[in-house]
């Protein structure tokens, strides 16, 4: 039997309470996350009824000290992609534990998330040259419309993010 599985899924930013039940499903299955790198790497465990929830922190600094803060509360940091932190810990019955005591920090977490995407697409226009609107670009048609989709959907993802911080303030 394999001791290891590596998966392709694509979750967009604003679908980490999916990715969340997703991975816990998978630990009932016998998988724990391992790593993430574009693809989750799984390892092979005894089932188990894993939490596992995401944070998003933008940047590197005072990393040890933020782990040591989950740690501290019982949660073990998994994995790491970007600025997405994947930690874990064992569930109790009938109680899904969660890394935010309250809406505040919850909104932190999102509005962080949501300038790294505003920053991302800026950087990203003025990187392509802003190449929609000169006619003579050296960029082909279909770049043309693959850079267009995939600002599109960050601009989308801007706006469901937008939409879990107006429902978490209520």
């Known amino acids: 039997m394999k001791k ?4 392709f ?23 724990g996350l391992k790593k993430y790198a574009l693809y989750y790497e799984f390892e092979k465990i005894e ?17 040890d000290e933020y782990k040591a803060i989950f740690e501290d509360a019982g949660w073990e940091h998994v994995a790491q992609y970007g600025g997405w932190h994947y930690f874990r810990t064992v569930g109790v019955q009938m109680a899904s534990p969660d890394i935010y005591s ?11 998330l949501n300038k790294s995407l505003v920053l991302g697409l800026i950087s990203l226009f003025f990187l392509t040259g802003g190449f929609f609107f ?16 995939f600002m599109m959907t960050v601009v989308f ?3 469901k993010v937008n939409q879990k911080i107006r429902t978490l303030k209520g």
């Open 4 to 7: 290891t599985k590596k998966v």
């Open 9 to 31: 899924k694509i979750f967009f930013a604003w679908q980490d309470n999916k990715e969340e039940e997703w991975l816990n499903d998978m630990a009932v299955q016998g998988w």
């Open 47 to 63: 089932p188990t009824n894993y939490v596992y929830k995401l944070d998003f922190k933008a940047g590197n600094h005072d990393m």
């Open 102 to 112: 309250d809406s505040e920090s919850k909104i932190q977490k999102y509005k962080s």
């Open 134 to 149: 000169d006619l003579h670009s050296r960029f082909s048609d279909f770049s043309k419309v693959a850079m267009a989709a």
């Open 157 to 159: 993802g801007i706006w």
